[in-house]
């Protein structure tokens, strides 16, 4: 059969992209895709948990099974881009459409596994993150979307939803142009309450992890979540951390590189002859973020686990900040950040393929550009992306050298070649300018560099007021409360009227529905600034709810001074007026808070609402439409356009799409609320249906407009609703409800206001309330109400939850109660016997393995872990813990006995990292194996081989101990003596008498060699709950066996 040659195919293919009309193209289709799906959401409440309203998933599929997906697919003749507005509304992918080859991972297969904030995760394509931080919680389950052809032919797919652990809102539209061989993501992000709100955004794009892989990252240094600075590209070691080969060493690690002024970022595959950037105003996206999986089996055992032989993949991210601030990094230039109330900010992105031009040096959405010196030329290489017929000037410092026709069609390469002359031989002079301003390309490093400091002063006291100040303000960013209530509190130990903590405490007082004492702490800041914006606005605030209108008036008058506060007091000063009926003002103040913030999403509708109640229905309309044309998900303007007959209920219920509709009816009546608009709230809440918050709400606002019979039927029928995964958090609500409790003899109303109460940190009256009820006909409540109990009383929760349902979560409840008192033989029976009726339940196995090794059967545990198959979640390690501890426990035991060829079988057994557990072995020199070799040098030793035994307890010293103490960092002090380094044994001890930590009391009581003081403090440590990166601060995962060694 004859065959046409390539090159020609190559050309015909190019000819007809170039030559056809141009256009682009939208359409939604279903597909099959193998899916392991999750499931099993978690019904019982952790209202102190920062994600809290949201819930985790606990199910997830071992085996893949195909399963239809909705799919938006927009295309023109260059690229195709597709989105999945069932799973977070991510991007699932993007394909160059002139080589046919991906320049967005797109992964094969939906293999959700347990990684994000609520659990499930997929890998691939471009991840929308907001709220706390990532992963969202809304990453795997449906959002808002519509789709829309543009007046300028280009296609988009919008995408949406609220973030309710923030109660922050944000749209990204996708937009495909019909003749440029790029998209762009255009955000809105909207702070929709009244206070601060946690500020993260980052867009996770990923790629693949090939091994030619250049990260195409401008700048000179990166830091980790820590805030720590390490050098880029080239580190301490000599690797090239800015190419896949050059990480080949690393653990998996997240980089977030700075240091430089520019404006993409991306990879380049020279082997492959192919790239993709992203392009953003670096005023819009400063953080850019590399995340690799190393290449030891603990990163690679995940490129199987997240896909089906696709391949692994890499993460390249942009963010709004320089880091995703974790533990360490409060205490460096990078904290984290917050949104003011009611701000909305909106940025785009672009996203492109790169052609073979061999690599890149500068990047703009008109091309991205690529120069090489070689044989004597000067060579440009150009991948354009739109058709060009410009100038490029070429130059040597300011004096022009060249200037060159471009005239170039999209992922077509352009290339030109000019002979280099003697001052543009070395690099560092060149500068290379496309047409007027496309693109500017400057070879001179010091063009672009910033000098912005990167470490915090080694002598900045942060145990002063301001420093716990700053801590305190992380902590509250963080949603840490507690720990910025000690903070705050420490703060003003030390300066008593130190402005900035006083009106961080009313900020933190009024969120935790303390509003006397946030009243106080805010008149307090103002004896010392009558002026300061913040204290006046919380002033207004805490005075609103306290039902004194007039000091409400006055401290957000002066609150509209400050820019940080003006536009949320304009609306504040609004809202009152429109209670006291007063729209003409109401209307008034709307119009500042716009004026001081056009974008104001919650102004705009404001705005609509007034005009609606002042009868100006004409204007209301046009006012909401307007919003609508450029956010057209914004749900409480299409609330408005439905209150105003523009819309009906068919079409205003397609916000139903998203995975909890009624949390979203339930705020925008809130906001109506706020505004004494009883007949729009109740309208509103009527579309949440048989909610049961919705219900309450309905009836209290029955109550206030003098219909008590429907207040009541609106009552019986919330309390006939089942509280399955019904968690309740506003303030608005609280009020209902104490309103409802005195109606109602049903233990649920007590129960919802209970669960607000421990969310707000008020554990004393939740407690209270949860055990004044007497009796409830649902299991979760029981195995909630336990966990503010101690002692036998927490034990009698969790058995009357088995008497009503002996779920596997009740089981494990049981046994973990078991295991907190070292009762490990109930714990182990337990734990068998839901392990009969749940067998593939690892959660329960990996609990039952844990008793067995404390009982000391050690065996028996060893055995049952080889039948274990546990789906790891990112950053765990329990079930390799406890596969090690039971090992070294048999190890401990033999050498008790004097058996020490056995003994050290089982020592080399705990070097292996059995893969069914979960966690996959690290390179040597990341695997801390302190505990298997101490134990190895005490065998050596007690055989007569002190020269293996020095080597071993040298090995250990090796191994420094790190900013914070670990378990494990005793065996270096008794290394260091066991082989005569004692002076440098005692400077560790030193730093630990120091502290003042249970910890820090055990270690140095491991050292004196007092076992029964050390047996006292491991008492009072408590463990980190085990579980995914973004919740685990620190873990100790050698604890439980020192345990076993020193007692």
Same mark, same amino acid.
């Given at each position: 059969?004859?065959?046409?040659?390539?090159?020609?195919?190559?050309?015909?293919?190019?000819?007809?992209?170039?030559?056809?009309?141009?256009?682009?193209?939208?359409?939604?289709?279903? /597909?099959?895709?193998?899916?392991?799906?999750?499931?099993?959401?978690?019904?019982?409440?952790?209202?102190?948990?920062?994600?809290?309203?949201?819930?985790?998933?606990?199910?997830?599929?071992?085996?893949?099974?195909?399963?239809?997906?909705?799919?938006?697919?927009? /295309?023109?003749?260059?690229?195709?881009?597709?989105?999945?507005?069932?799973?977070?509304?991510?991007?699932?992918?993007?394909?160059?459409?002139?080589?046919?080859?991906?320049?967005?991972?797109?992964?094969?297969?939906?293999?959700?596994?347990?990684?994000?904030?609520?659990?499930?995760?997929?890998?691939?394509?471009?991840?929308?993150?907001? +709220?706390?931080?990532?992963h969202i919680p809304s990453t795997s389950t449906p959002v808002d979307y519509l789709t829309r052809k543009n007046a300028d032919g280009s296609v988009s797919c919008l995408v949406a939803s609220y973030e309710w652990s923030?109660?922050?809102?944000?749209?990204?539209?996708?937009?495909?142009?019909?003749?440029?061989?790029?998209?762009?993501?255009?955000?809105?992000?909207?702070?929709?309450?009244?206070?601060?709100?946690?500020?993260?955004?980052?867009?996770?794009?990923?790629?693949?992890?090939?091994?030619?892989?250049?990260?195409?990252?401008?700048?000179?240094?990166?830091? +980790?979540?820590?805030?720590?600075?390490?050098?880029?590209?080239?580190?301490?070691?000599?690797?090239?951390?800015?190419?896949?080969?050059?990480?080949?060493?690393?653990?998996?690690?997240?980089?977030?590189?700075?240091?430089d002024y520019n404006q993409y970022n991306g990879v380049y595959y020279p082997e492959h002859g192919y790239g993709s950037l992203r392009w953003a105003e670096y005023a819009d996206k400063i953080g850019q973020k590399i995340f690799l999986w190393g290449k030891a089996r603990s990163g690679a055992i995940w490129e199987d686990l997240l896909t089906d032989g696709h391949g692994q993949y890499v993460e390249l991210q942009s963010g709004r900040f320089f880091n995703q601030p974790s533990t360490g990094s409060e205490r460096t230039p990078y904290k984290k950040p917050h949104m003011d109330p009611q701000a909305t900010d909106e940025w785009?992105?672009?996203?492109?393929?790169?052609? +073979?031009?061999?690599?890149?040096?500068?990047?703009?959405?008109?091309?991205?550009?690529?120069?090489?010196?070689?044989?004597?030329?000067?060579?440009?290489?150009?991948?354009?992306? /739109?058709?060009?017929?410009t100038d490029m000037r070429i130059y040597c410092e300011?004096?022009?050298?060249?200037?060159?026709?471009?005239?170039?069609?999209?992922?077509?390469?352009?290339?030109?070649?000019?002979?280099?002359?003697?001052?543009?031989?070395?690099?560092?002079?060149?500068?290379?300018?496309?047409?007027?301003?496309?693109?500017?390309?400057?070879e001179k490093v010091t063009d672009n560099v910033v000098s912005r400091p990167t470490t915090t002063p080694s002598d900045f006291e942060w145990s002063s007021a301001y420093g716990q100040y700053l801590l305190g303000r992380n902590a509250l960013?963080?949603?840490?409360?507690?720990?910025?209530? /000690?903070?705050?509190?420490?703060?003003?130990?030390?300066?008593p009227y130190f402005v900035p903590s006083l009106t961080a405490m009313a900020d933190l007082c009024l969120r935790r529905g303390m509003t006397k004492e946030s009243l106080s702490y805010a008149l307090k800041a103002l004896s010392v600034d009558a002026y300061d914006g913040m204290a006046n606005y919380l002033y207004g605030l805490a005075s609103r709810r306290l039902g004194h209108a007039t000091d409400a008036k006055d401290g957000f008058s002066m609150a509209t001074r400050q820019l940080t506060t003006r536009t949320a007091a304009w609306m504040r000063l609004a809202e009152q007026y429109a209670v006291e009926g007063d729209l003409t003002h109401a209307f008034t103040f709307t119009q500042r808070a716009l004026e001081a913030e056009p974008g104001n999403l919650s102004a705009q509708r404001l705005k609509v609402s007034i005009l609606r109640l002042m009868g100006r229905n004409l204007e209301a309309k046009k006012t909401a439409q307007a919003t609508l044309d450029k956010a057209p998900l914004y749900s409480p303007m299409r609330v408005e356009q439905w209150l105003l007959g523009e819309m009906d209920t068919k079409a205003l219920t397609y916000g139903e799409q998203c995975e909890l509709p009624a949390e979203v009816w339930l705020e925008i009546a809130s906001a109506y609320e706020e505004i004494g608009d009883w007949g729009a709230a109740d309208s509103t809440l009527s579309l949440a249906k048989d909610h049961p918050i919705a219900c309450y709400h309905r009836a209290f606002i029955a109550h206030q407009r003098g219909n008590d019979s429907q207040a009541k039927q609106l009552i019986n029928k919330a309390d006939a609703q089942s509280p399955m995964l019904i968690f309740p958090h506003r303030d608005h609500t609280m009020k209902a409800l104490e309103w409802v409790c005195t109606q109602s003899s049903n233990w649920k109303p007590a129960y919802y206001k209970a669960l607000i109460l421990w969310g707000w940190l008020q554990n004393d009256r939740a407690k209270a309330i949860l055990d004044s009820i007497p009796k409830a006909d649902y299991a979760p409540f029981y195995l909630t109400r336990a966990r503010l109990k101690e002692g036998t009383n927490r034990l009698e929760d969790h058995k009357q939850a088995e008497r009503l349902q002996r779920s596997w979560r009740t089981g494990l409840a049981l046994t973990e109660y078991y295991l907190s008192i070292h009762d490990y033989a109930h714990a182990e029976s337990m734990a068998r016997k839901y392990l009969k009726k749940y067998p593939k339940n690892y959660i329960i196995g990996l609990k039952y393995a844990k008793a067995l090794c404390m009982e000391g059967k050690y065996d028996q545990c060893s055995r049952y872990m080889k039948t274990l198959d546990v789906l790891p979640n990112e950053g765990a390690q329990e079930g390799h813990v406890v596969y090690k501890t039971a090992h070294l426990g048999n190890a401990i035991s033999l050498m008790q006995k004097g058996q020490w060829s056995k003994a050290q079988e089982e020592v080399e057994q705990s070097y292996f990292y059995p893969e069914n557990l979960g966690v996959g072995k690290p390179f040597e020199r990341h695997d801390d194996q302190r505990v298997s070799d101490f134990l190895s040098a005490r065998i050596a030793e007690s055989r007569g081989d002190q020269v293996k035994a020095k080597a071993l307890y040298q090995k250990v010293t090796a191994h420094k101990p790190g900013l914070r103490l670990h378990s494990t960092d005793v065996l270096n002090v008794l290394a260091l003596r066991a082989i005569g380094q004692t002076v440098e044994a005692d400077s560790i001890t030193a730093k630990w008498k120091a502290e003042s930590s249970d910890l820090a009391r055990w270690a140095n009581a491991v050292c004196k060699g007092d076992y029964t003081a050390a047996a006292k403090a491991a008492s009072v440590i408590r463990q980190p709950k085990n579980g995914a990166v973004w919740e685990n601060t620190w873990q100790d995962p050698d604890f439980d066996i020192l345990q076993i060694l020193f007692r």
């Amino acid at each position: 059969m004859n065959r046409i040659p390539s090159f020609l195919i190559a050309f015909l293919c190019t000819f007809f992209v170039t030559t056809a009309y141009a256009q682009a193209t939208i359409k939604e289709t279903s /597909e099959d895709i193998v899916t392991y799906g999750f499931s099993d959401p978690n019904p019982i409440a952790e209202p102190e948990a920062p994600i809290y309203p949201y819930f985790r998933f606990e199910g997830y599929e071992h085996k893949g099974t195909p399963k239809k997906w909705k799919v938006i697919q927009l /295309e023109n003749p260059y690229i195709s881009v597709s989105l999945l507005p069932e799973a977070g509304g991510k991007i699932w992918g993007a394909i160059n459409k002139v080589t046919g080859v991906e320049f967005l991972y797109k992964n094969n297969v939906m293999k959700f596994r347990n990684i994000a904030m609520r659990g499930p995760w997929t890998s691939g394509g471009v991840e929308f993150n907001f +709220g706390l931080i990532g992963h969202i919680p809304s990453t795997s389950t449906p959002v808002d979307y519509l789709t829309r052809k543009n007046a300028d032919g280009s296609v988009s797919c919008l995408v949406a939803s609220y973030e309710w652990s923030t109660h922050t809102w944000w749209e990204v539209e996708v937009t495909v142009p019909t003749d440029k061989a790029w998209f762009t993501t255009h955000t809105i992000y909207h702070n929709a309450s009244f206070s601060d709100a946690p500020y993260y955004h980052w867009m996770n794009a990923a790629y693949h992890a090939y091994d030619d892989a250049q990260f195409v990252y401008p700048g000179n240094g990166w830091i +980790g979540h820590d805030g720590r600075w390490n050098p880029f590209p080239i580190d301490k070691d000599g690797n090239n951390l800015g190419t896949m080969r050059g990480c080949d060493s690393l653990p998996s690690v997240s980089m977030h590189v700075l240091g430089d002024y520019n404006q993409y970022n991306g990879v380049y595959y020279p082997e492959h002859g192919y790239g993709s950037l992203r392009w953003a105003e670096y005023a819009d996206k400063i953080g850019q973020k590399i995340f690799l999986w190393g290449k030891a089996r603990s990163g690679a055992i995940w490129e199987d686990l997240l896909t089906d032989g696709h391949g692994q993949y890499v993460e390249l991210q942009s963010g709004r900040f320089f880091n995703q601030p974790s533990t360490g990094s409060e205490r460096t230039p990078y904290k984290k950040p917050h949104m003011d109330p009611q701000a909305t900010d909106e940025w785009t992105e672009y996203w492109f393929p790169v052609m +073979g031009i061999g690599g890149v040096v500068k990047a703009s959405p008109f091309a991205a550009l690529n120069v090489e010196r070689k044989d004597g030329k000067l060579i440009l290489k150009l991948s354009p992306l /739109e058709t060009l017929d410009t100038d490029m000037r070429i130059y040597c410092e300011n004096k022009l050298i060249k200037t060159i026709h471009v005239k170039a069609t999209p992922l077509k390469e352009w290339q030109s070649e000019m002979l280099l002359t003697t001052e543009l031989a070395e690099k560092g002079s060149l500068r290379v300018i496309l047409g007027n301003e496309l693109l500017d390309y400057s070879e001179k490093v010091t063009d672009n560099v910033v000098s912005r400091p990167t470490t915090t002063p080694s002598d900045f006291e942060w145990s002063s007021a301001y420093g716990q100040y700053l801590l305190g303000r992380n902590a509250l960013d963080e949603k840490q409360w507690r720990a910025a209530n /000690e903070h705050f509190s420490n703060s003003l130990q030390k300066e008593p009227y130190f402005v900035p903590s006083l009106t961080a405490m009313a900020d933190l007082c009024l969120r935790r529905g303390m509003t006397k004492e946030s009243l106080s702490y805010a008149l307090k800041a103002l004896s010392v600034d009558a002026y300061d914006g913040m204290a006046n606005y919380l002033y207004g605030l805490a005075s609103r709810r306290l039902g004194h209108a007039t000091d409400a008036k006055d401290g957000f008058s002066m609150a509209t001074r400050q820019l940080t506060t003006r536009t949320a007091a304009w609306m504040r000063l609004a809202e009152q007026y429109a209670v006291e009926g007063d729209l003409t003002h109401a209307f008034t103040f709307t119009q500042r808070a716009l004026e001081a913030e056009p974008g104001n999403l919650s102004a705009q509708r404001l705005k609509v609402s007034i005009l609606r109640l002042m009868g100006r229905n004409l204007e209301a309309k046009k006012t909401a439409q307007a919003t609508l044309d450029k956010a057209p998900l914004y749900s409480p303007m299409r609330v408005e356009q439905w209150l105003l007959g523009e819309m009906d209920t068919k079409a205003l219920t397609y916000g139903e799409q998203c995975e909890l509709p009624a949390e979203v009816w339930l705020e925008i009546a809130s906001a109506y609320e706020e505004i004494g608009d009883w007949g729009a709230a109740d309208s509103t809440l009527s579309l949440a249906k048989d909610h049961p918050i919705a219900c309450y709400h309905r009836a209290f606002i029955a109550h206030q407009r003098g219909n008590d019979s429907q207040a009541k039927q609106l009552i019986n029928k919330a309390d006939a609703q089942s509280p399955m995964l019904i968690f309740p958090h506003r303030d608005h609500t609280m009020k209902a409800l104490e309103w409802v409790c005195t109606q109602s003899s049903n233990w649920k109303p007590a129960y919802y206001k209970a669960l607000i109460l421990w969310g707000w940190l008020q554990n004393d009256r939740a407690k209270a309330i949860l055990d004044s009820i007497p009796k409830a006909d649902y299991a979760p409540f029981y195995l909630t109400r336990a966990r503010l109990k101690e002692g036998t009383n927490r034990l009698e929760d969790h058995k009357q939850a088995e008497r009503l349902q002996r779920s596997w979560r009740t089981g494990l409840a049981l046994t973990e109660y078991y295991l907190s008192i070292h009762d490990y033989a109930h714990a182990e029976s337990m734990a068998r016997k839901y392990l009969k009726k749940y067998p593939k339940n690892y959660i329960i196995g990996l609990k039952y393995a844990k008793a067995l090794c404390m009982e000391g059967k050690y065996d028996q545990c060893s055995r049952y872990m080889k039948t274990l198959d546990v789906l790891p979640n990112e950053g765990a390690q329990e079930g390799h813990v406890v596969y090690k501890t039971a090992h070294l426990g048999n190890a401990i035991s033999l050498m008790q006995k004097g058996q020490w060829s056995k003994a050290q079988e089982e020592v080399e057994q705990s070097y292996f990292y059995p893969e069914n557990l979960g966690v996959g072995k690290p390179f040597e020199r990341h695997d801390d194996q302190r505990v298997s070799d101490f134990l190895s040098a005490r065998i050596a030793e007690s055989r007569g081989d002190q020269v293996k035994a020095k080597a071993l307890y040298q090995k250990v010293t090796a191994h420094k101990p790190g900013l914070r103490l670990h378990s494990t960092d005793v065996l270096n002090v008794l290394a260091l003596r066991a082989i005569g380094q004692t002076v440098e044994a005692d400077s560790i001890t030193a730093k630990w008498k120091a502290e003042s930590s249970d910890l820090a009391r055990w270690a140095n009581a491991v050292c004196k060699g007092d076992y029964t003081a050390a047996a006292k403090a491991a008492s009072v440590i408590r463990q980190p709950k085990n579980g995914a990166v973004w919740e685990n601060t620190w873990q100790d995962p050698d604890f439980d066996i020192l345990q076993i060694l020193f007692r």
